[in-house]
C-alpha cells in the first residue's frame, strides 16, 4: 500500500476551497460560487483598508459562509413541499418586498399536489413560514458558527458566520441586528454573495444594480461603496470568471497568515466536515462518525499501520460528501426511489470524488472515498470497479458503510438488530463485501460490542 501525502504539503486554503465547493452543493449554487465570494469579498475588504488578520479571517468567512446550511435542508424540504436545492438556489434571487416573496411561494412551494391538497398546504405554510423561516435560519447560523470553532477559527470568524443573514437596516435574521452590531465580517459576505448569485443570473449590471437597490437596507452603504470601487476594474470581472479562480484565491489569502495543516488539524477539519454531511439528513446523524470509527478499529484487526488507519479514518468521514448535492426529498424519500431519483442519489459517489480530487494531496482518498459503492462483482457505481480494482481500504469503508446503514433508522425502514444485519451482509459476502473484512466485522461485533453499538 503506498502511503499518503504528508500534511505539511497541504495548505490550508486549497483544503477549505475545495471543500467549499461541497457547501455550494447543499445551497443549490452553481460549483464555486463560496470560491467566488471569496474573490468579491476580499476586493472589497482590500478597498476598506483591512490590515492583513482581518483579512485572513474574512477569507475563511467568505469560504465557509455556508458551513451550516446542510442542517436545515431535510425539515426545509418538508415544510415547504420543495426540492430543497433547487428552493434554496431561487430564494436568493427574490427581491426584497413582501410581494417578492409571496410571489416566489405561490410559484415554489408545495409543487406537485392536486389543486386542493395545495391550497391547504399554502395556508399552512402563509400562517407559519416567519417562525419556521427563522427556526431554519437560526439553525443555519449557529450551527455554522460552532463547526468553525470546531475547525479551530477564532470566535470573531464564528461570529461572521453566525450572522450572515442580518441586515444592515436591521429587517434580517434570526436575531434582528442592525448597523455595526453585525459583524463586519458577516456584512461584507452577504454582500458577496448577492453580488455573485445576480452575477451569475444577469451579469454585471445586474450584480451591481441589486447592490446599489438594497444599499442601506441589506447592505452596509459603504460596502456598497467598496464594491463599486473595486469592479470599476476590469480585472475584477476578469478574475470572477477565471478558470483559475482557485489558484489565484491561493495567492490571494494574506501572506504573513497562510498556514499549512498538521495531522491533529486535518483529523479536526476532517471531523468537521463529516458533521456538515451528516446534517443533511436526521436518518444520517452520526452516519460518518461511526464509519470512520468502525474503518479505523476493522483496519486494526486487518493490520493497516497506525498512519495509514488515520488516513483511512478521514476517507470514511468524507465518504459521503457527495450526498450534500442530493436533494432531501430523495434522501428522505420513504417509498421506493423512482429510476430518476436512483440516479440521482447514485450520482453521490461521482460527486465525492469531483470534491475531494480537487486536493491534490488528496489523490488516493478521493479514489478510495468515492468508490465505497463498487462491488466485487463489478456490478456496483460510479465506475463499475471489480474485484482487482478495489482497494483494502475502500473494501472496509464499503463493509462499514453498509453496516450503519442496515443498524441505523432509514426513512423507509426502522434500524435492524446488529444479527440480522450480519445475516444480509452474509449474503454479499464476494459479491458485495469482502470475505476478509466481514470476518473481521464478525470478529468485531464479538469483541467490541460497545463500539459497534454506537
Given at each position: 500500500?503506498?502511503?499518503?501525502?504528508?500534511?505539511?504539503?497541504?495548505?490550508?486554503?486549497?483544503?477549505?476551497?475545495?471543500?467549499?465547493?461541497?457547501?455550494?452543493?447543499?445551497?443549490?449554487?452553481?460549483?464555486?460560487?463560496?470560491?467566488?465570494?471569496?474573490?468579491?469579498?476580499?476586493?472589497?475588504?482590500?478597498?476598506?483598508?483591512?490590515?492583513?488578520?482581518?483579512?485572513?479571517?474574512?477569507?475563511?468567512?467568505?469560504?465557509?459562509?455556508?458551513?451550516?446550511?446542510?442542517?436545515?435542508?431535510?425539515?426545509?424540504?418538508?415544510?415547504?413541499?420543495?426540492?430543497?436545492?433547487?428552493?434554496?438556489?431561487?430564494?436568493?434571487?427574490?427581491?426584497?418586498?413582501?410581494?417578492?416573496?409571496?410571489?416566489?411561494?405561490?410559484?415554489?412551494?408545495?409543487?406537485?399536489?392536486?389543486?386542493?391538497?395545495?391550497?391547504?398546504?399554502?395556508?399552512?405554510?402563509?400562517?407559519?413560514?416567519?417562525?419556521?423561516?427563522?427556526?431554519?435560519?437560526?439553525?443555519?447560523?449557529?450551527?455554522?458558527?460552532?463547526?468553525?470553532?470546531?475547525?479551530?477559527?477564532?470566535?470573531?470568524?464564528?461570529?461572521?458566520?453566525?450572522?450572515?443573514?442580518?441586515?444592515?437596516?436591521?429587517?434580517?435574521?434570526?436575531?434582528?441586528?442592525?448597523?455595526?452590531?453585525?459583524?463586519?465580517?458577516?456584512?461584507?459576505?452577504?454582500?458577496?454573495?448577492?453580488?455573485?448569485?445576480?452575477?451569475?443570473?444577469?451579469?454585471?449590471?445586474?450584480?451591481?444594480?441589486?447592490?446599489?437597490?438594497?444599499?442601506?437596507?441589506?447592505?452596509?452603504?459603504?460596502?456598497?461603496?467598496?464594491?463599486?470601487?473595486?469592479?470599476?476594474?476590469?480585472?475584477?470581472?476578469?478574475?470572477?470568471?477565471s478558470p483559475a479562480l482557485a489558484e489565484a484565491l491561493m495567492m490571494m489569502e494574506p501572506v504573513q497568515t497562510r498556514l499549512t495543516l498538521d495531522d491533529d488539524w486535518l483529523d479536526?477539519?476532517?471531523?468537521?466536515?463529516?458533521?456538515?454531511?451528516?446534517?443533511?439528513?436526521?436518518?444520517?446523524?452520526?452516519?460518518?462518525?461511526?464509519?470512520?470509527?468502525?474503518?479505523?478499529?476493522?483496519?486494526?484487526?486487518?493490520?493497516?499501520?497506525?498512519?495509514?488507519?488515520?488516513?483511512?479514518?478521514?476517507?470514511?468521514?468524507?465518504?459521503?460528501?457527495?450526498?450534500?448535492?442530493?436533494?432531501?426529498?430523495?434522501?428522505?424519500?420513504?417509498?421506493?426511489?423512482?429510476?430518476?431519483?436512483?440516479?440521482?442519489?447514485?450520482?453521490?459517489?461521482?460527486?465525492?470524488?469531483?470534491?475531494?480530487?480537487?486536493?491534490?494531496?488528496?489523490?488516493?482518498?478521493?479514489?478510495?472515498?468515492?468508490?465505497?459503492?463498487?462491488?466485487?462483482?463489478?456490478?456496483?457505481?460510479?465506475?463499475?470497479?471489480?474485484?482487482?480494482?478495489?482497494?483494502?481500504?475502500?473494501?472496509?469503508?464499503?463493509?462499514?458503510?453498509?453496516?450503519?446503514?442496515?443498524?441505523?433508522?432509514?426513512?423507509?425502514?426502522?434500524?435492524?438488530?446488529?444479527?440480522?444485519?450480519?445475516?444480509?451482509?452474509?449474503?454479499?459476502?464476494?459479491?458485495?463485501?469482502?470475505?476478509?473484512?466481514?470476518?473481521?466485522?464478525?470478529?468485531?461485533?464479538?469483541?467490541?460490542?460497545?463500539?459497534?453499538?454506537?
Amino acid at each position: 500500500m503506498t502511503q499518503p501525502a504528508a500534511p505539511d504539503t497541504l495548505q490550508l486554503s486549497e483544503l477549505l476551497g475545495a471543500l467549499s465547493c461541497a457547501l455550494d452543493m447543499t445551497e443549490g449554487q452553481p460549483v464555486g460560487h463560496s470560491m467566488r465570494c471569496c474573490w468579491i469579498g476580499m476586493h472589497v475588504g482590500q478597498r476598506l483598508g483591512l490590515g492583513q488578520e482581518a483579512l485572513w479571517e474574512l477569507y475563511y468567512v467568505l469560504l465557509l459562509k455556508d458551513l451550516g446550511c446542510s442542517s436545515n435542508a431535510a425539515k426545509l424540504a418538508d415544510f415547504y413541499g420543495a426540492d430543497d436545492l433547487a428552493f434554496k438556489r431561487s430564494f436568493k434571487t427574490i427581491g426584497p418586498r413582501v410581494t417578492d416573496a409571496i410571489d416566489f411561494l405561490l410559484g415554489n412551494a408545495a409543487q406537485g399536489l392536486a389543486p386542493i391538497a395545495r391550497a391547504k398546504a399554502l395556508v399552512h405554510i402563509f400562517r407559519h413560514t416567519g417562525r419556521v423561516s427563522r427556526d431554519l435560519i437560526e439553525t443555519r447560523c449557529h450551527r455554522g458558527a460552532d463547526i468553525a470553532r470546531r475547525l479551530r477559527f477564532s470566535e470573531a470568524v464564528a461570529q461572521g458566520i453566525q450572522h450572515l443573514d442580518e441586515h444592515w437596516d436591521g429587517g434580517g435574521l434570526p436575531e434582528g441586528l442592525g448597523g455595526e452590531t453585525i459583524s463586519l465580517y458577516a456584512r461584507v459576505a452577504l454582500l458577496a454573495q448577492a453580488v455573485d448569485v445576480f452575477h451569475s443570473e444577469g451579469g454585471r449590471d445586474a450584480a451591481l444594480g441589486e447592490a446599489r437597490r438594497r444599499a442601506g437596507a441589506w447592505f452596509d452603504p459603504q460596502l456598497v461603496e467598496a464594491l463599486e470601487a473595486a469592479a470599476a476594474d476590469e480585472a475584477f470581472w476578469s478574475g470572477l470568471a477565471s478558470p483559475a479562480l482557485a489558484e489565484a484565491l491561493m495567492m490571494m489569502e494574506p501572506v504573513q497568515t497562510r498556514l499549512t495543516l498538521d495531522d491533529d488539524w486535518l483529523d479536526d477539519i476532517a471531523a468537521g466536515f463529516g458533521q456538515v454531511i451528516d446534517a443533511k439528513s436526521p436518518y444520517t446523524s452520526g452516519h460518518s462518525t461511526r464509519v470512520a470509527a468502525y474503518a479505523d478499529a476493522l483496519g486494526e484487526v486487518l493490520g493497516v499501520a497506525p498512519e495509514r488507519r488515520r488516513w483511512l479514518r478521514r476517507a470514511a468521514l468524507l465518504h459521503d460528501v457527495g450526498k450534500l448535492g442530493v436533494s432531501s426529498t430523495i434522501l428522505e424519500k420513504p417509498s421506493r426511489l423512482e429510476s430518476a431519483e436512483w440516479s440521482a442519489m447514485q450520482g453521490h459517489a461521482g460527486k465525492t470524488q469531483e470534491i475531494l480530487s480537487r486536493i491534490g494531496a488528496f489523490d488516493e482518498l478521493a479514489r478510495v472515498s468515492s468508490a465505497h459503492h463498487e462491488k466485487l462483482d463489478g456490478t456496483g457505481y460510479p465506475l463499475g470497479l471489480r474485484d482487482f480494482q478495489i482497494s483494502l481500504e475502500t473494501r472496509i469503508i464499503t463493509a462499514c458503510d453498509f453496516f450503519d446503514a442496515l443498524t441505523a433508522d432509514r426513512p423507509y425502514r426502522a434500524a435492524l438488530p446488529t444479527a440480522k444485519a450480519l445475516d444480509i451482509m452474509r449474503g454479499e459476502v464476494g459479491r458485495a463485501v469482502d470475505p476478509r473484512v466481514f470476518e473481521a466485522l464478525e470478529r468485531l461485533v464479538v469483541d467490541r460490542p460497545e463500539l459497534m453499538a454506537a
